[in-house]
């Protein structure tokens, strides 16, 4: 009765959709920074590439560096440019073995700190074309490197509604690069010695120190650590990331569902390579995935766009325009403004449509620029309109195809094999950068061994648009909106590329689905997992307020929490994370519970395992309550989940409290008003509680900042070398699973 005057006199859904819309805004502005601090990859990678167009112009260059001293041959010319593209090429494919194992962040770092440092010394050093051949590879793969790893670490750093509009910045950056690279040379280029390409060389340094710097204050991605199994870890570089309070529910919550989602994955078995390649194991559609993200990467270096920043110099100057060099600065410019309008596009209309209506765009202005070249016998209008079509090309490709690539391939793969499949695709886009930097040269200068197509390859870029519009049509699933760990659940539910922007956000409950995200509990089907007709994307749903509700599957399953696996020990904030590890027991008790896991342990019996220690049938994956639902919808944790929060009170002196997150963790809050008295809250080895002195109730923590103030004041937060918290401390039980035992890929500790 009252809640219902309340609720005629007083709409808290406003309140809460402010509140929201606050902390979303600042999760943006966050995830916003730390993009564009690791866009900076991007700038390297666009002047490095950018400088070449230029040097290999400058008289100094073509007067020292070459055979005969005078200017560059064909052969020579295409060795330069494309020996970057070939170290790249490897860079790209190297680059997991860093990042997955060490990190995004420290790969950045190391890369842009000491490969591209070491490349770059060898190319200022270089007075013939062999050393700054060598020179060029090394920091090659440098940039090849990075161009793997910053858009990932930029996705799984942010937030899922800025997540396209971030990685599309490292586009930006590489037209900055580009325009930057372009305009030094300018200036540099009438020094009449060494000067005039070292300095803009030289400039490279600054650059790097300014990512590799910048890099050292970032967190690094909370799904890296995820993989790792370092979730106190995640979790403070998500609260970094998100700027929320570690113990706030939303980002538990999103922890939890992050989590899940890698052990659903993984509880399939150990990744490789190869797995990329092969559909299944949690993957669906992955070949699909794959050919979608190699053939995006393909068709965008076929789009034509770097034989105008490459040959474009040479390209204008050929056409007959006297200020060649203007011009092709101005490319640069159009380049980077028209970057922008792609930032906002990828995150209103989608990276279907815009990657549709993009090459729709960058076709009809190639064909333009081709027929000009072959039914047009006056140079001067020849050379205008081709010089305008170039423009209207470059605009297209720089709103749409150029940013907007990175953005989906950094979408469309699970985490298991991120990574792995991001540097295919990426080694992809190198690999063709490489072949057409090599070959332009031939097909369109004149003399012995050329085709002097001149103009006329602008057929080939067109076909090549238009080809790529076909294959986005069929293709390219729409991401936009969807959070990383959904990507995949989108997949197995969407029939095909062109319904697929009508699937919407979903809240997933990983424990209860087979490989082919089908949900594995029919007496209690997942509501979504079942779902025949993908749902709307415009209906209401955000991560924060736990999207769709449903109901929480299992109270069904008789789980064994093990106590004494991964050891909670408090962390400098006082949040302790306490796992609750689901181990399918074989004593399932109703016959529900046994048909489930059994048709749990049937899917994926190669992969399971006995645990020696402790002599359960430990499945290759486990059950959660993640993301499962929200509590205030009626649904409860599994019992054993709550038997074992009990044994966790049980623990403490005073009456319990905890607080239900919304994905059914609990946070439990501890204080002590004198951290420094045997009264404090201590964890145990055995990853029990005890002694603590009082504990708080939510309701004596009026709000989320109230509470994050709380903690913040009650003292630094060390921990002893036994793991006794010396402050406040939270505890998060949080329903996190076992890893397979079998796993081993990724385990480092
Ligand atoms: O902006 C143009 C630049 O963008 C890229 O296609 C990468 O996305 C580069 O190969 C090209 O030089």
């Not at 949900?519 to 307020?545: I, R, Y």
């Not at 002195?693 to 009650?714: A, F, N, Q, V």
Request: net charge neutral; hydrophobic share 35%.
């Amino acid at each position: 009765m009252w809640s219902f005057l309340e609720g005629l006199l007083y709409d808290n859904t406003i309140e809460e959709e402010y509140y929201r819309k606050i902390r979303q805004k600042s999760s943006s502005k966050s995830a916003v920074i730390v993009g564009l601090v690791a866009a900076v990859g991007g700038f390297l990678y666009g002047y490095d590439t950018g400088l070449i167009n230029d040097l290999l112009e400058m008289r100094y260059v073509y007067e020292n560096f070459p055979a005969n001293n005078m200017s560059f041959t064909s052969h020579e010319r295409a060795l330069i440019t494309a020996v970057l593209s070939l170290g790249t090429f490897f860079g790209a494919l190297v680059a997991p073995l860093i990042s997955d194992n060490y990190g995004r962040k420290f790969s950045i770092i190391i890369s842009s700190g000491i490969i591209f440092n070491v490349g770059n010394i060898l190319q200022i050093a270089s007075t013939n074309v062999t050393l700054l051949c060598i020179g060029r590879a090394i920091s090659g793969a440098s940039v090849g490197i990075l161009s793997a790893i910053v858009p990932l670490y930029q996705a799984e750093a942010s937030p899922k509604w800025v997540r396209g509009s971030v990685v599309f910045t490292y586009q930006w950056a590489i037209t900055w690069g580009l325009l930057i690279a372009s305009a030094v040379c300018q200036g540099t280029r009438k020094i009449g010695n060494s000067g005039s390409y070292r300095i803009p060389v030289g400039l490279q340094f600054l650059w790097a120190l300014i990512l590799y710097s910048g890099m050292l204050f970032l967190p690094e991605s909370p799904r890296y650590y995820v993989q790792k199994n370092k979730i106190q870890k995640a979790l403070d570089s998500l609260s970094k990331l998100r700027k929320l309070p570690p113990d706030d529910p939303d980002l538990i919550e999103e922890l939890v569902e992050i989590k899940a989602n890698y052990d659903y994955e993984l509880s399939f078995g150990a990744t490789s390579y190869l797995d990329c390649f092969r559909n299944g194991g949690g993957r669906h559609k992955q070949i699909l995935r794959m050919f979608t993200g190699i053939g995006a990467q393909l068709f965008q270096q076929c789009s034509g766009i770097n034989f105008i920043f490459y040959y474009g110099v040479n390209f204008f100057s050929s056409t007959g325009i006297n200020n060649y060099y203007i011009m092709s600065f101005v490319t640069y410019l159009v380049n980077t403004i028209f970057t922008i309008p792609g930032i906002i596009l990828v995150e209103t209309i989608g990276r279907r449509q815009l990657l549709l209506w993009g090459g729709v765009g960058m076709s009809v202005s190639n064909f333009i620029i081709a027929i000009t070249g072959v039914s047009i016998s006056n140079n001067e209008t020849k050379s205008i309109l081709s010089v305008c079509f170039s423009c209207v090309f470059i605009a297209f490709f720089a709103s749409s195809w150029g940013g907007c690539v990175w953005a989906l391939t950094s979408d469309i793969y699970g985490i298991s094999i991120r990574q792995r499949a991001i540097s295919i695709t990426t080694a992809t886009n190198w690999l063709v950068n490489f072949v057409f930097a090599y070959i332009t040269p031939y097909l369109i200068d004149t003399g012995h061994h050329t085709a002097a197509i001149g103009n006329k390859i602008f057929f080939i870029w067109g076909g090549c648009n238009a080809l790529g519009v076909l294959f986005v049509y069929f293709t390219v699933y729409e991401t936009m909106g969807l959070k990383l760990e959904e990507i995949d659940y989108m997949y197995a539910h969407c029939k095909n590329a062109r319904v697929s922007s009508d699937f919407k956000s979903t809240k997933i409950d990983f424990a209860r689905l087979d490989e082919n995200y089908n949900a594995v509990d029919s007496a209690s089907p997942h509501e979504s997992a079942t779902t025949s007709s993908p749902p709307s994307k415009n209906e209401k749903d955000m991560s924060s307020s736990g999207g769709i509700t449903d109901p929480i599957n299992c109270g069904h399953n008789d789980f064994v929490p093990l106590y004494n696996s991964k050891l909670p020990t408090a962390n400098t904030n006082g949040i302790t994370i306490v796992p609750y590890n689901n181990i399918i027991s074989p004593s399932l008790s109703s016959s529900s519970d046994s048909s489930t896991a059994s048709s749990l342990l049937n899917t994926r019996n190669h992969h399971n395992s006995v645990s020696s220690t402790n002599n359960t049938i430990a499945a290759g994956r486990s059950v959660s309550t993640a993301g499962a639902g929200n509590s205030t919808t009626g649904a409860s944790p599994s019992s054993d989940y709550l038997s074992y929060l009990e044994s966790l009170k049980s623990e403490y002196s005073g009456a319990p409290h905890y607080t239900t997150n919304n994905n059914n963790s609990q946070t439990l809050h501890l204080s002590n008003t004198n951290p420094s008295t045997s009264h404090r809250g201590s964890v145990s080895n055995n990853g029990s509680i005890s002694n603590a002195s009082k504990i708080y109730t939510e309701k004596d923590l009026k709000s989320i900042s109230d509470e994050y103030d709380l903690m913040m004041r009650s003292g630094t937060g060390n921990t002893t070398n036994n793991g006794n918290p010396t402050t406040d401390t939270t505890i998060i039980a949080t329903p996190f699973f076992t890893r397979p035992p079998d796993s081993s890929d990724d385990e480092d500790e």
